[in-house]
């Protein structure tokens, strides 16, 4: 998979040739029958005598290193001294029990593994501020089954070294294997790659890494950095983190699957541009309040935009409100059989072009009237996707920039839509979950920080672009700040007459009750064809407010909207003489049936 080197076999008694396991027995025999040999409680302390590996175990207050021959035997109270010794001379076990490391355990050379007993805890003393484990320019190490524990609490970031106080560093390593390990209470990184290939993170546990403030404002569970490539992160539990998994600064070619990924910021980040090529697939994120994946690429000349990630099978979920996926500025992202139960479920921002979206399952539980948004974002195919949101608001929706995108062969809940601004955009086959041709919407809608007061007889317009040929104009909404007990607004439609709504043709009108604030709906089964159109609201007197567009239409590009009075509460058949005006401009959209591709 991926390039991925195997580590090299764990030497085992099963490994031992007739002959040495022959020796080695009566090696033992006669050792026993010795009337000058100590006995030691090896049983008691988890060591398993047989086994080729250095055994580290506790006596009393002295930390114990002993050979796999017996022949050599070193004694300390310094237990990462008598760890580093052990594992400067071969591979080493380390017993159960609990070990107070006062100084970093280093790996210079290759070919070793460290491993220990269930319950063999090593924990950082007070005022360690350093890396635990430092293991740098070697190949086919492998830390296992031992637990570290960084006692965050009582650790000081140390000024100018770069990422200090992790759990495990690695850098410049090929085929380094950290399994079955569990890390927890790092003040930095619990694991920290950098500049490594072909290594494996797999069934660890990693809990409660970062110290909420200070310069590591990205501590991760598992950090990939600067040119690390063809690494697996797999089947790990990862939680109570700024970020779960953190790709960053040109780490390429990597795989994170099949983790377990709680309340963490960030449940997997590729970041800082030239992170290509990388698998996030079918991880169970919960409780990512921020993002459940989020890939950024800042375009820079020393960071390239990143590109070709994938983000597939995953299940995300969370009750904050937070984003599913969210993309920025990275090309052809393929986001593929997702589940997606969030506040916003996928984002794509600026330059994420050419992304495949696909075969996802959306369910919006936030207030932000969307799942799928694109900003400036172009040539996306969005195919065969399922909403099961109930809330409603547009399934698809873009903002300024987006163009050229396919929406095709969707199923989309019948209380959801899809609202587009481009006309380059296609949108074809699209059904609810009756069979039916799918809502759309389109029109301007922000939460409102200001309302437009109504005056006599005046009529506000709204331009609306209409993306789908020959579409059934079901209903016209509007919002209504503040309402007047009897009184009743026009509710208008006007074709387009060059972007203006001056000389165009009255299409439609009727005539609602605005007696009391909120969202009011007209009903107009009209069919009309794909192209721009002016919704009008004529309010009665000026006690009547509207609430008002932003500057920026989220349904369609920033028009600025127009007015017109006449002399009575009523409506010409051509719009006459109107002013522009960016102000006056109301929240306001259509929801449409089309009826053909």
Not at 2 to 7: D, E, N, V
Not at 278 to 292: L, V
Not at 461 to 486: D, E
Not at 580 to 590: D, E, H, I, K
Request: with cysteine.
């Amino acid at each position: 998979m991926c390039g991925y080197t195997p580590p090299p076999m764990q030497p085992t008694l099963s490994n031992w040739s007739t002959s040495q396991k022959t020796l080695f027995t009566v090696a033992l025999v006669a050792l026993l029958a010795s009337s000058s040999f100590v006995a030691l409680n090896l049983t008691n302390s988890g060591v398993n005598p047989l086994t080729p590996f250095w055994q580290i175990y506790k006596d009393g207050n002295n930390y114990v290193a002993k050979a796999p021959n017996g022949t050599q035997e070193f004694t300390s109270t310094d237990c990462a001294s008598i760890i580093q010794t052990a594992w400067n001379l071969g591979d080493t076990h380390v017993a159960s029990g609990s070990y107070a490391l006062n100084e970093r355990i280093n790996k210079t050379s290759s070919n070793f593994e460290l491993t220990g007993s269930p319950n063999a805890v090593l924990t950082a003393k007070n005022s360690f501020n350093d890396n635990l484990f430092a293991i740098t320019n070697v190949q086919n190490v492998t830390i296992s089954k031992i637990h570290i524990d960084g006692n965050q609490n009582n650790q000081q970031e140390q000024a100018g070294l770069d990422f200090s106080n992790s759990g495990i560093w690695i850098e410049n390593c090929t085929c380094i294997t950290v399994k079955d390990v569990t890390v927890t209470n790092i003040y930095a990184h619990g694991i920290l790659a950098k500049n490594d290939s072909c290594c494996t993170f797999e069934g660890n546990i990693i809990i409660n890494c970062g110290n909420n403030g200070g310069t590591y404002i990205s501590e991760a569970c598992i950090l990939l950095y600067y040119y690390s490539h063809n690494c697996l992160v797999s089947g790990n539990h990862l939680s109570f983190s700024n970020r779960g998994v953190y790709l960053s600064a040109w780490a390429t070619d990597n795989v994170v699957s099949d983790n377990d990924i709680q309340n963490c910021g960030r449940g997997v980040h590729l970041s800082s541009g030239g992170c290509n090529d990388n698998i996030i697939d079918s991880n169970r994120m919960n409780a990512c309040n921020n993002t459940g994946v989020y890939i950024e690429a800042p375009s820079s000349v020393d960071k390239p935009v990143g590109t070709q990630n994938s983000v597939t099978n995953n299940q995300i979920s969370t009750t904050d409100g937070g984003y599913g996926i969210l993309v920025y500025n990275s090309t052809y992202a393929k986001i593929v059989g997702n589940t997606l139960n969030v506040g916003q479920p996928l984002t794509l921002y600026n330059g994420s072009d050419n992304a495949l979206v696909n075969g996802n399952i959306f369910s919006s539980n936030g207030t932000n009237h969307f799942d799928v948004m694109t900003t400036s974002a172009k040539n996306g195919s969005f195919t065969n996707n399922i909403c099961t949101t109930t809330s409603s608001h547009s399934w698809y929706k873009e903002l300024a920039g987006a163009s050229s995108n396919c929406i095709r062969a969707n199923t989309i809940s019948v209380s959801c839509g899809i609202a587009v601004l481009s006309s380059t955009t296609v949108v074809a086959s699209n059904f609810g979950y009756t069979n039916t041709p799918a809502q759309m919407i389109a029109g301007f809608w922000n939460y409102p920080t200001t309302y437009q007061n109504g005056v006599v007889n005046q009529t506000f317009l709204a331009p609306v672009y209409i993306p789908q040929a020959l579409s059934t104009i079901q209903t016209a909404t509007f919002y209504v700040g503040t309402g007047n007990a009897g009184t009743n607004a026009i509710v208008s439609l006007w074709s387009d007459n060059g972007l203006t709504p001056q000389g165009g043709t009255l299409l439609w009108n009727t005539t609602v009750s605005v007696a009391t604030s909120g969202g009011k709906t007209a009903t107009i089964n009209l069919n009309e064809p794909k192209g721009w159109y002016w919704v009008g609201v004529t309010t009665y007197d000026s006690t009547v407010t509207l609430f008002r567009s932003t500057s920026v239409g989220m349904y369609n590009d920033a028009r600025d909207g127009a007015t017109f009075t006449t002399s009575t509460f009523s409506l010409p058949t051509t719009c006459p003489t109107v002013t522009v005006s960016g102000t006056a401009r109301f929240a306001v959209y259509l929801a449409t049936l089309p009826i053909t591709d």
